[in-house]
């Protein structure tokens, strides 16, 4: 900075290293914590086939009402419900001079998130149950504003501080004052890629073609998946000079 007192003083400022006297410090603190899931994300495909396209409709919109049904009677266990993608599609017959519509095959997918892991392997089961029904999951997760975010970054910077001290005291010195604290590739973070209809999932394959009804089966022992939680954060600071 320049001194007001003197105004041909040239402008200074900190030097990036610090000085011999304030030597600057730079350390990584990092955390990573292992949590319980908070939600799981099941997606169910529901499939109709018939020989024309009201028929192929009709089933198609019966089916989806039963999968919907049955999801909603799970009540405040399911926490997001949403149609995702719908489609209905011509089946033709072999290529050539006489090629024409054989049937038409629609399909719809819902997503449904779960809060409640004792009710997962029940509704699972019942869907998979359901006449021309796929379920594919669970993808086990914990929600964006998750109190195990802050804990992982509130870590990860008491690692940082401790990192830093144990490096002054190591000169015979003092941690002064924190100069920058910053996530890792904060400056130059990159845009996430955009997520797809299905959550960054994909579109599962659709089911087989109907063969024997299934019988009813037991719920299945679902066995919920930790998940890893990681924050690092880069710091810099002063710190007294060392007694080298």
Avoid at 65 to 71: H, N, S
């Amino acid at each position: 900075m320049t001194n007001p007192l003197d105004p041909d003083a040239t402008p200074t400022t900190p030097l990036p290293y610090g000085t011999p006297d304030t030597p600057r410090l730079a350390v990584r603190g990092e955390a990573r914590l292992e949590i319980d899931p908070e939600t799981a994300r099941i997606l169910v495909t529901v499939t109709a086939r018939g020989a024309d396209r009201n028929a192929a409709l009709t089933d198609l919109t019966r089916r989806n009402d039963e999968a919907l049904t049955l999801i909603k009677s799970y009540g405040n266990a399911i926490e997001h419900l949403e149609t995702g993608a719908f489609s209905i599609t011509p089946q033709l017959t072999d290529k050539g001079r006489n090629e024409r519509i054989r049937a038409y095959r629609g399909s719809v997918t819902l997503n449904a998130t779960l809060n409640d892991f004792t009710s997962l392997g029940e509704l699972t089961t019942r869907l998979a149950d359901l006449e021309l029904t796929h379920v594919a999951g669970p993808w086990w997760a914990l929600r964006p504003d998750s109190p195990a975010h802050r804990a992982a970054r509130t870590q990860a910077v008491h690692e940082a501080v401790q990192r830093a001290r144990a490096y002054a005291e190591a000169l015979g010195a003092r941690l002064g004052a924190l100069v920058e604290l910053a996530d890792l590739g904060a400056e130059n973070a990159p845009t996430p890629a955009p997520r797809g209809a299905m959550g960054g999932y994909g579109m599962p394959p659709l089911p087989p073609e109907p063969g024997a009804a299934p019988g009813s089966a037991p719920a299945l022992d679902l066995q919920p998946q930790r998940q890893t939680v990681h924050a690092c954060v880069n710091a810099r600071f002063t710190m007294t000079r060392p007694a080298l």
